[in-house]
T-cell receptor
């Protein structure tokens, strides 16, 4: 079945450091890929998405490129801020697989120190 | 436009009781999905409803059930509560197909079973 694997955290960075959170996936069809962010005590917020190979999603300085050849969707940001501290989830939606559901990775906690 | 709302935000129940959680989707959204989030299992799909019909169901026991009303509002019910049902229950809505449309999440209902 479909699955998403992302690097375990926590990831601890200093402010203005470069961020990479790795995400790889397994899917039966041609999935859409997503990054969601969860701040303490809140639900999930969509950060960015990509719906086909080589698409780049971007938002708030974050970006990720849909790489079909490596089945990856790594999240990057050039300069993190303290306010980026949160848990980040990689997810996929596979129309050719289970269809109407999101499959999530385990989440990666990011801690940014001033 | 108002976001996804969930009520109540917090619940404390005892083993053996039953509970009903409510979700109001974004206006115009017809698909509602439910997810369970726990520290051990992460985010797991419960079920998805569209136009009052359950289209997809995750791997949860029959104690977990749901329904959707004609105004797209949804409820989920858990009967005979167990300690392991303690979790954050998240509701998400999308216009039509969650596999292609973006899902927007509510803040969640935190259920504690004593």
């Amino acid at each position: 079945g479909d699955s998403v694997t992302q690097m375990e955290g926590p990831v601890t960075l200093s402010e203005e450091a470069f961020l990479t959170i790795n995400c790889t996936y397994t899917a039966t069809g041609y999935p859409s890929l997503f990054w969601y962010v969860q701040y303490p005590g809140e639900g999930l917020q969509l950060l960015l998405k990509a719906t086909k190979a080589d698409d780049k999603g971007s938002n708030k300085g974050f970006e990720a490129t849909y790489r079909k050849e490596t089945t990856s969707f790594h999240l990057e940001k050039g300069s993190v801020q303290v306010s980026d501290s949160a848990v980040y989830f990689c997810a996929l939606s596979d129309p050719g697989g289970a269809g109407n559901m999101l499959t999530f990775g385990g989440g990666t906690r990011l801690m940014v120190k001033p | 436009k108002a976001g996804v709302t969930q009520t109540p935000r917090y619940l404390i129940k005892t083993r053996g009781q039953q509970v009903t959680l409510s979700c109001s989707p974004i206006s115009g959204h017809r698909s509602v999905s439910w997810y369970q989030q726990t520290p051990g299992q992460g985010l797991q799909f419960l079920f998805e409803y569209f136009s009052e019909t359950q289209r997809n169901k995750g791997n949860f026991p029959g104690r977990f059930s749901g329904r959707q009303f004609s105004n797209s509002r949804s409820e989920m019910n858990v009967s005979t509560l167990e300690l392991g049902d303690s979790a954050l229950y998240l509701c998400a809505s999308s216009r039509t197909e969650p596999s292609t449309d973006t899902q927007y999440f509510g803040p969640g209902t935190r259920l504690t079973v004593l």
